[in-house]
Structure formats: structure tokens, C-alpha cells
């Protein structure tokens, strides 16, 4: 089972911050946080990862609270592009494998 | 361009015919995964490969073989497909293996008739 949860739905306007929140209360000390989105059903693009402290790249940043049981991707400009699922994941425990669950289908509205 | 690629993109066949999906990168990524996607839901891991000569089951591996005889390919082997193996597959690749960047190919709609 998927060790996070994620709201199912959400609109953003165009333009506008898109803050996508993401529980992952069970989480260990060593575990990282990472996003990736699915746009229709291509295949899936790597966003960005973190453990404890905030991160930024070019396409969003990543807030992570410092009990780190959740966090929040933000992208800070949202376009129509950037309709898709956007996928919370902490990895097992045992073989570092990536577990995904639904996501969060975000629509970008103009 | 560095990219993971796979063969076919789309794919109708019937119960029992076996059948590979090849899968490449030009990276040379150490690592390698395959995932299987159903309607609504995330991707589910089928084997993964954290090197040559070394693959491992993901979650749901009954019904799949994997070989990894060289870095950059990674074929998905259905030895006797059935009709729940239906679904859109995916091959990644990361340099850092799981928990680095995975790179990922744009797909293979399977369909068992």
C-alpha cells in the first residue's frame, strides 16, 4: 500500500501558485519525499525530492514540514501544461522501492 | 538525446501467445524497472534491475520475466499472456537506482485478447 496520501482532485487558475499538499505521517527518519506528475498517460517526469529540508529546482519547490509527516509541492506559475497527476511517494522500507498511489489529478484552469 | 525507449507502443494479442517488450536506455543507468498502470491507478513495480545480471520482483511479478544481459536493455517477457495483463506498461531507468531521478519511456499499451 501506498505510504502517502493525496487529495484525489484540485483546480488551479492559470497563472496562479499551485500547492499540491501530501501526508505521509509514517515516514522514517531516512525516507526522502519524492514528486512526480503523469501528464495524460504518457510516461511519468521526475519533479523534485527532499528529506528535511526545503527544496527548489526549476520546475517547483518542495516545502516539507519539520516533523516531516507531510509536505507540499508548489508550482509557483501554473500553466495549462501543467495539467496532470502529480504523484506523492515515500519509498519501502525494506528495498527502497517507489510506491505509488493515485495522486492528485490537478486541472489548470485559465 | 538521452531517452529510455520501448518496442511496441501498442500491442493487441491473444490469451497464451508469448511476447517481449524490449526496452533501452542510452544512458547507462545501472538501474532499471518495469511497471505495470491500470485505469485510476499509480504505477505498480513488476521486476527491477539494480545491475547487470541482477533483477529482483517488484509487487506484481507473477506472469513476467526479466533478463538484464546488458546495461541498456531490459525486456519484459509475458511467456503466456492472459487477459489481466492488460495494461500500459512502463519501463524506467535511473542512474542513482531508486532513489535517484528515474527517467521513463513513453509506454506500452498491451492488450490480451
Known amino acids: 500500500d501506498a505510504k502517502t496520501t493525496q487529495p484525489t482532485s484540485m483546480d488551479c487558475a492559470e497563472g496562479r501558485a499551485a500547492n499540491l499538499p501530501c501526508n505521509h505521517s509514517?515516514?522514517?527518519?531516512?525516507?526522502?519525499v519524492y514528486w512526480y506528475r503523469q501528464i495524460h498517460s504518457q510516461g511519468p517526469q521526475y519533479i523534485i525530492h527532499g528529506l528535511k529540508n526545503n527544496e527548489t529546482n526549476e520546475m517547483a519547490s518542495l516545502i516539507i514540514t519539520e516533523d516531516r509527516k507531510s509536505s507540499t509541492l508548489i508550482l509557483p506559475h501554473a500553466t495549462l501544461r501543467d495539467t496532470a497527476v502529480y504523484y506523492c511517494i515515500v519509498p519501502m522500507d525494506s528495498n527502497y522501492q517507489l510506491i505509488w498511489g493515485a495522486g492528485t489529478k490537478l486541472i489548470i484552469k485559465p | 538525446e538521452a531517452q529510455v525507449t520501448q518496442n511496441p507502443r501498442y500491442l493487441i494479442t491473444v490469451t497464451g501467445k508469448k511476447l517481449t517488450v524490449t526496452c533501452s536506455q542510452n544512458m547507462n543507468h545501472e538501474y532499471m524497472s518495469w511497471y505495470r498502470q491500470d485505469p485510476g491507478l499509480g504505477l505498480r513495480q513488476i521486476y527491477y534491475?539494480?545491475?547487470?545480471?541482477?533483477?529482483d520482483k517488484g509487487d506484481v511479478p507473477e506472469g513476467y520475466k526479466v533478463s538484464r544481459k546488458e546495461k541498456r536493455n531490459f525486456p519484459l517477457i509475458l511467456e503466456s499472456p492472459s487477459p489481466n495483463q492488460t495494461s500500459l506498461y512502463f519501463c524506467a531507468s535511473s542512474f542513482q537506482g531508486p532513489r535517484g531521478e528515474q527517467f521513463f519511456g513513453p509506454g506500452t499499451r498491451l492488450t490480451v485478447l
Open positions: 509514517t515516514i522514517s527518519g531516512n525516507e526522502y
Open positions: 534491475s539494480m545491475n547487470v545480471e541482477v533483477t
